[in-house]
């Protein structure tokens, strides 16, 4: 059967062709020295007709691992033989990524400013800009996060697992674990929700840094979707095991400010009322106090920083009944990236 020939795009102004790739620089407008800003998108068109996906990263000026996942994914030879059109925007809070912060000038968190408003505060009209000129023209989407600053984040899919398309694709990624997360107002997610647009939101890493585990989880993880979606051929390799769906998980903090001192780590396995996750005390060692798991899980997010405040989050659990299989799961994706030649190697997977 013959495949439809793919449609063109246009996003800022400039049409992409079927065949084309094109850089595009989103006017978003000036900084008050009367300098130009502008949010860089890259678009692959393909020749056959498929899915039009969205990859984006950095909405959260401090949350680097994105920027870093996108460069890669542009590298992937297998995106010559692509089926539909990847729009990839890889520092959507310009503002945020150049001042090292999480928010905008205004102080606003994108991520909690859609869909926008074109009379609206800073923050809400780069969110409606990019709706309107990316979101909005897409099938699909991938958001890529990580955890705040001090905070990692073990490679995980958030996402509505009640949606079957979306959890269809949430397994596609296959990391370890998938969480189901509840919409937010004003959240890309939610906004895409209202277009009826399945979206993964990627968590891994750690603000500030690159985490070379969680970089190679997220090039994969997209291959894998776009594979899924049929925008580019089957893979050879054999399956991964089946993440694990965890439908709630718990916050631990700090029942009291000190010194922290930490016996898991990041995906590490807890139980119930058996687990001592760390301690926290004064620096003189008078005052300490345990900290036990309250349930039964995986160790999915951590706090790096030694020192805090009373009620500060100090791990993030997901609950799990087999945590076993959990960390099964867990070693299985590990060995796999460990052993993949990235980023372009001939391996079956970036081919």
Same mark, same amino acid.
């Given at each position: 059967? *013959?495949?439809?020939?793919?449609?063109?795009?246009?996003?800022?102004?400039?049409?992409?062709?079927?065949?084309?790739?094109?850089?595009?620089?989103?006017?978003?407008?000036?900084?008050?020295?009367?300098?130009?800003?502008?949010?860089?998108?890259? =678009?692959?068109?393909?020749?056959?007709?498929?899915?039009?996906?969205?990859?984006?990263? %950095?909405?959260?000026?401090?949350?680097?691992?994105?920027?870093?996942?996108?460069?890669? &994914?542009?590298?992937?030879?297998?995106?010559?033989?692509?089926?539909?059109?990847?729009?990839?925007?890889?520092? =959507?809070?310009?503002?945020?990524?150049?001042?090292?912060?999480?928010?905008?000038?205004?102080? *606003?968190?994108?991520?909690?400013?859609?869909?926008?408003?074109?009379?609206?505060?800073?923050?809400? *009209?780069?969110?409606?800009?990019?709706?309107?000129?990316?979101?909005?023209?897409?099938?699909?989407?991938?958001?890529?996060?990580?955890?705040?600053?001090?905070?990692?984040?073990?490679?995980?899919?958030? %996402?509505?697992?009640?949606?079957?398309?979306?959890?269809?694709?949430?397994?596609?990624?296959?990391?370890? =674990?998938?969480?189901?997360?509840?919409?937010?107002?004003?959240?890309?997610?939610?906004?895409?929700?209202?277009?009826?647009?399945?979206?993964? @939101?990627?968590?891994?890493?750690?603000?500030?840094?690159?985490?070379?585990?969680?970089?190679?989880?997220?090039?994969?993880?997209?291959?894998?979707?776009?594979?899924?979606?049929?925008?580019?051929?089957?893979?050879?390799?054999?399956?991964? +095991?089946?993440?694990?769906?965890?439908?709630?998980?718990?916050?631990? *903090?700090?029942?009291?400010?000190?010194?922290?001192?930490?016996?898991?780590?990041?995906?590490?396995?807890?139980?119930?009322?058996?687990? +001592? @996750?760390?301690?926290?005390?004064?620096?003189?060692?008078?005052?300490?106090?345990?900290?036990?798991?309250?349930?039964?899980? @995986? =160790?999915?997010?951590?706090?790096?920083?030694?020192?805090?405040?009373?009620?500060?989050? &100090?791990?993030?659990?997901?609950?799990?009944?087999?945590?076993? &299989? %959990?960390?099964?799961? +867990?070693?299985?994706?590990?060995?796999? &990236?460990?052993?993949?030649?990235?980023?372009?190697?001939?391996?079956?997977?970036?081919?």
């Amino acid at each position: 059967m *013959r495949r439809k020939k793919n449609q063109p795009i246009t996003i800022g102004g400039v049409e992409i062709q079927p065949g084309e790739r094109k850089t595009i620089e989103l006017q978003l407008g000036k900084l008050y020295t009367h300098t130009p800003t502008t949010m860089p998108v890259q =678009v692959i068109c393909g020749r056959q007709d498929g899915p039009v996906l969205f990859v984006s990263a %950095a909405i959260h000026g401090d949350e680097i691992n994105g920027v870093e996942v996108i460069r890669r &994914l542009l590298q992937v030879p297998a995106l010559r033989r692509l089926k539909g059109t990847l729009i990839a925007v890889p520092i =959507v809070n310009l503002y945020g990524f150049i001042n090292h912060s999480r928010y905008l000038p205004d102080r *606003r968190d994108l991520n909690r400013c859609f869909p926008g408003s074109q009379k609206g505060s800073l923050a809400a *009209r780069i969110a409606r800009i990019f709706m309107t000129e990316i979101v909005n023209q897409a099938t699909h989407g991938i958001d890529l996060h990580t955890g705040a600053i001090n905070r990692s984040n073990l490679p995980q899919i958030r %996402a509505d697992l009640d949606d079957a398309e979306t959890l269809s694709l949430a397994r596609a990624f296959g990391t370890p =674990v998938i969480l189901n997360s509840a919409l937010r107002d004003g959240s890309l997610r939610a906004a895409a929700r209202q277009k009826n647009i399945p979206i993964l @939101l990627y968590e891994a890493g750690e603000a500030l840094r690159f985490d070379e585990f969680a970089i190679r989880g997220g090039v994969e993880g997209i291959i894998r979707v776009m594979r899924a979606l049929e925008m580019l051929p089957k893979s050879r390799r054999a399956p991964g +095991l089946e993440p694990m769906m965890a439908r709630s998980s718990m916050w631990m *903090r700090a029942p009291q400010s000190g010194i922290f001192r930490a016996f898991v780590n990041l995906g590490d396995r807890v139980v119930r009322d058996q687990t +001592l @996750l760390g301690i926290v005390s004064d620096p003189f060692g008078e005052s300490e106090t345990e900290i036990w798991s309250p349930c039964s899980g @995986l =160790v999915i997010g951590q706090m790096n920083l030694p020192l805090v405040n009373e009620g500060d989050a &100090l791990y993030h659990i997901a609950q799990f009944y087999r945590t076993d &299989l %959990a960390v099964e799961r +867990l070693e299985s994706y590990q060995e796999n &990236l460990e052993s993949a030649d990235f980023p372009y190697a001939d391996n079956g997977l970036l081919e």
